[in-house]
Nanobody, 116 residues
Framework: QVQLVESGGGLVQPGGSLRLSCAASGSIFSMYVMGWYRQAPGKQRGLVATITGGGSTNYANSVKGRFTISRDNAKNTVYLQMNSLKPEDTAVYYC??????????WGQGTQVTVSS
């Protein structure tokens, strides 16, 4: 069982920045594939970004060049730096962890609202 605790959401104006954090339990965090998904009202949950234990990253086209995913294996934490935020980035953001057993574990979600 992997437990995930997210933080860092909130209200920000268009063009602003936020950094989300997700702390994971487990002694083999460096082997987890970590990622962020988001779900806007009335829409399906979709991929934002993922990062492997070795640091390889993947991004949704809609966030490329604006968002950066990173991880600190010493702190069992993954981050999502979000810059140049747009109203369409408004969603609940979920952290996901995939250990070597290929089971997906989800965080509780954190709300990000981009509005003036």
């Amino acid at each position: 069982q992997v437990q995930l605790v997210e933080s860092g959401g909130g209200l920000v104006q268009p063009g602003g920045s936020l950094r989300l954090s997700c702390a994971a339990s487990g002694s083999i965090f460096s082997m987890y594939v970590m990622g962020w998904y988001r779900q806007a009202p009335g829409k399906q949950r979709g991929l934002v970004a993922t990062i492997t234990g070795g640091g390889s990253t993947n991004y949704a086209n809609s966030v490329k060049g604006r968002f950066t995913i990173s991880r600190d294996n010493a702190k069992n934490t993954v981050y999502l730096q979000m810059n140049s935020l747009k109203p369409e980035d408004t969603a609940v953001y979920y952290c996901i962890a995939r250990p070597p057993n290929d089971i997906n574990y989800w965080g509780q979600g954190t709300q990000v609202t981009v509005s003036s």
